[in-house]
Structure formats: C-alpha cells, structure tokens
C-alpha cells in the first residue's frame, strides 16, 4: 500500500499523500523531515479504518520553498486549509510532530469546531521554558539564527549526527533515511525556508494571540513524548497538559524523533486514541 500523491496550490505548490477511507487524520510532520516520517505509522492507522492526509510542509519535500513565500504560523495554519479544502474535509482529527505540532496548534486555536481530537507528539503549544528551549532565541536572533543553521546542520556529516545523537536509538535512522532527509530538508533553501519560520516565532506567538484571542481546545488530546527529548526538555509535556488538562500522557523510550525510533508503540497508542472508523 502507497501514499497516492496529489498537489494542491495555495501560492506555490503544496505536495501530500493520501490513503485509506474513513474519518480523516492529518498526520504533521516536524523539520527536518518530510512526510516520510510517518511511513512506519500511516498505515496501521489506515489499517483501523481511517483515511491519512500526510502533507510535506511548505520549505521541504515535494512542497514550496520559495525565498518569498510566507512561512508564519498563520499561513502554515492556511496551506493545511488548503489541503483540507483539496480533499473535500471539513472536520478531522491531527496529529503532529515537532513544527507539524506547531502548525497543528495554530490551524485549531483558528478552527476549533472542525477538530475532532489531536495528538501532540514532541512539540509546542503556548508555554515555553526558553532555557531548555535556548535554540529558539538563536534561531530567532537575525545573524546568529544563520550561523548556528549552517554549523549544526550545513553538511550531510553534520546532519547525520544532529539526528542520531537526538536519539535514544540512533540506529531507529538507515543510511536512506538519512539521505532523503539530506536532499528533502538539509538543502541550502529548505534551510532558508526553516529560519525564516523561526525568525518569526515571537511574532508568531504576539499574530496568534491578537487574532485569536483566549481560546480553550477542549476536544479530546493525546501527549507522546520521548524519555530523552533534548529540544523542549524531558518533562515539556507538562507545559502543553497545562492547557489540554484533558490530555492523556504516553511516555515512550525513545529521543526527539518518537516515530522513527518507536513506529509500532506510537501505532498502537494512536489507533486506540483515534479509534476505528
């Protein structure tokens, strides 16, 4: 079983993959990776009688990564109702990862009666403790942002081992996993795509806050973190619970990239939450 794969246009073109009938769950992956990141988990999903949207979001993948194009929270939040609108979906569930979680929050905070449920695996929502979070104040500093880009990730060599050394099982990541995130998200405008999206992160944050407004997520919520998750720290699930105190938290062995390291685990944890269509 394959990702049929389709386009849909929101200023430039956004590629995703989609499979199965049934309910609709959007799965959302984070940088640096692209839809691949779910192969190992889209098709149990499919299997319990649900229907994947799996998109590659805008500066990866098949997707645009144009110099001008807007990478905001808020119009990552539009390109996946361009998506949805593809498709024909009004309501569904979510679940993503990393800055798909990032883009998961922002498109419910903005359409909270069409979601139906949503995991959040490894990511943010509206708290952030920035001293174990300190990559987002370089990432989002003009120049600084730049220079660490381009040491911690300018080479495939740097790349490999930001990855592994991110895991509690470097080996979760082959050779050809590697490679295709390399030539997916490692490149020199996918990069460029990645921190203009950072850059904008406090204002992001200031966008959301006056459009949206105080506005409480009360549908079902499911939190996967990592034993070992460096980027937001071991226990910042606790910071997204403080907002989804319905959530239930699933704590896998595993580092920041939960679906390459434990598929069959989180599989298993989300075809129980999603239930059976």
């Known amino acids: 079983m394959d990702l049929a794969v389709r386009v849909a246009e929101r200023d430039g073109s956004l590629a995703y993959g989609v499979a199965g009938d049934g309910p609709p769950v959007v799965l959302l992956h984070g940088w640096p990776e692209t839809r691949r990141a779910w192969r190992h988990v889209w098709p149990r999903v499919v299997g319990a009688g649900r229907r994947v949207i799996v998109p590659d979001l805008r500066g ?29 979906i009004d309501r569904c569930a979510l679940v993503g990862h990393d800055m798909g ?42 120049g600084l942002g730049a220079a660490f880009m381009r040491l911690a990730l300018g080479s495939r060599r ?42 904008a992160f406090f204002r992001n944050r200031r966008t959301r806050s006056r459009e949206v407004g105080d506005v409480q997520l009360m549908c079902p919520a499911l939190i996967v973190w990592g034993t070992r998750e460096w980027a937001l720290g071991a226990d ?42």
């Not at 990866?60 to 024909?88: H, I, M, P």
């Not at 434990?262 to 059976?276: T, W």
Request: aromatic content about 10%; proline content about 3%.
């Open 158 to 199: 740097a790349f490999e081992k930001a990855l592994r050394r991110s895991c509690v099982h470097p080996d979760a990541f082959t050779a050809a996993d590697i490679e295709a995130y390399w030539d997916a998200a490692g490149s020199r405008d996918s990069r460029r795509a990645v921190l203009a999206g950072y850059q």
């Open 60 to 88: 990866v993948g098949e997707s645009d990564r144009s110099a001008d194009a807007d990478y905001s929270w808020k119009a990552y939040a539009a390109d996946l109702d361009a998506v949805l609108a593809a498709e024909g």
């Open 101 to 142: 979680g990032v883009v998961m929050f922002e498109w419910a905070l903005r359409n909270p009666d069409r979601v139906e449920r949503l995991a959040a695996i490894s990511t943010s929502f509206n708290r952030y403790e920035l001293a174990k979070s300190y990559y987002l104040v370089l990432l989002a500093t003009p």
């Open 236 to 277: 910042g699930w606790k910071r997204i619970e403080a907002d989804l105190p319905q959530a239930r938290v699933e704590i896998l062995d595993a580092g920041h990239f939960v679906m390459e390291e434990q598929p069959d685990a989180l599989s298993d944890l989300l075809v129980g939450f999603l239930g059976r269509g």
